[in-house]
């Protein structure tokens, strides 16, 4: 095993540990990340909450569908967001996403 010196002693260098990714639960973006969404919350899900880019002081509470907060999950921790708004409004109109 690979070791070094501190203070005269040999000491093992720290392996690496294994860590499991945590997930973004909740995130702001800018009208030039997304033109419609301003914030998303899913840590207490299936309750999510989305505050609009048209007034993002006023945030809306939603019950999501499983396969809504697994597809919000993926855009919060996406480099790029695309599509966040687009998936917000089928969402409501199908009744995925309902106004609580």
């Known amino acids: 095993m690979p070791y070094i010196a501190v203070h005269g002693r040999q000491t093992d260098l720290p392996q690496p540990r294994k860590t499991e990714m945590s997930n973004i639960v909740r995130r702001t973006f800018l009208p030039i990340n997304s033109s419609a969404i301003a914030y998303v919350d899913i840590e207490n899900a299936p309750q999510v909450q989305i505050a609009f880019q048209s007034n993002p002081q006023k945030v809306y509470t939603f019950q999501g569908s499983e396969?809504?907060?697994?597809?919000?999950?993926?855009?919060?921790?996406?480099?790029?967001?695309?599509?966040?708004?687009s998936l917000v409004a089928a969402a409501r109109r199908s009744g995925d996403l309902q106004e609580v």
């Open 67 to 85: 396969s809504v907060v697994d597809e919000l999950q993926s855009i919060l921790n996406a480099e790029e967001v695309q599509g966040l708004g």
